[in-house]
């Protein structure tokens, strides 16, 4: 397998990168200490290209549904002339939920259900189909996953009792097999990127993209500002570490490291130097 040290490219602005608006999520209570990195809004180009979304279907017969129970969704716009064989992932960020509290709220939202998502998304940065903004990736298949799981792509439990579904994790799978079947198995290269929870959640999945390819598939994962790092906030305590570790405990998280050659189901998942 390729060395992720070598694959994973870090970044820290996410202003160049995106498809469209990532707005801010509401905090629930001002009390709760709910952390977001959202993504920046990018809707600065005239005329963008509007990409329709389209929903997973059969997504719940395999469990992989929004925090709400309705089917995850993407936007995919394809590849043309040299770029016809060539994939652009791009997972959308947006924060966690840590808390059943927070996570009940967060299905209200587009971020839990896909009830709420916007139709169409302008598609801009790097999944821009114009050669002057995006001459690297201009004439790929790009596509944008939608998050609506509050755990970057990675949770794989159940809460009853208020309806909530954690299943990033199967939402990831069931995203990849749709797209493998619409051509992305015979791409010739390949990239995962992402942005703030979605650049974390390139980082965690970037082996299992890897594998989804022949080794003659030039494949990469692109990281941007989703590197966070666990160290004294401005408060002097540790405000990340804290939520990230209801994040794993809520969403029962886990992750096999090939460098460690170990499953990981501590907060320490959530934190690339301890992955990598």
């Known amino acids: 397998m390729v060395s992720l040290k070598a694959a994973v490219l870090w970044l820290y602005a996410c202003s160049v990168v995106l498809g469209g608006s990532e707005g801010s999520f509401e905090e629930v209570r001002a009390t709760e200490k709910v952390v977001s990195f959202p993504e920046r809004n990018a809707n600065s180009t005239p005329n963008p290209l509007m990409v329709p979304l389209t929903l997973i279907q ?5 469990g992989a549904v929004c925090l709400d129970g309705t089917l995850p969704g993407y936007h995919l716009h394809p590849g043309s002339g040299s770029g016809k064989h060539s994939w652009l992932i791009h997972l959308e960020g947006g924060g966690w939920c840590n808390t059943i509290r927070n996570c009940v709220f967060r ?26 903004e995006n001459p690297d990736f201009f004439n790929w298949n790009r596509v944008k996953l939608r998050y609506c799981d509050g755990a970057s792509f990675s949770g794989d439990g159940q809460n009853e009792s208020p309806q909530l579904y954690f299943r990033g994790q199967r939402i990831w799978s069931a995203a990849m097999e749709i797209l493998m079947s619409k051509g992305m198995q015979n791409a010739n290269q390949a990239l995962l990127s992402g942005c703030s929870a979605g650049g974390l959640a390139s980082i965690i999945h970037c082996d299992e993209f890897r594998a989804l390819f022949p080794q003659s598939t030039k494949v990469k994962c692109f990281s941007d500002a989703g590197l966070f790092l666990d160290v004294l906030d401005v408060s002097g305590g540790h405000t990340l570490r804290n939520m990230y570790r209801g994040v794993v405990s809520l969403q029962v998280l886990s992750y096999y490291s090939p460098w460690h050659q170990k499953l990981i189901v501590q907060v320490e998942m959530l934190f690339p130097a301890y992955v990598y």
């Open 107 to 132: 299905k209200t939202t587009r971020r839990g259900s896909s009830k709420f998502m916007e139709k169409k998304l302008p598609f801009t940065g790097i999944l821009s189909n114009k050669a002057e």
């Open 58 to 62: 059969g997504a719940d017969l395999k």
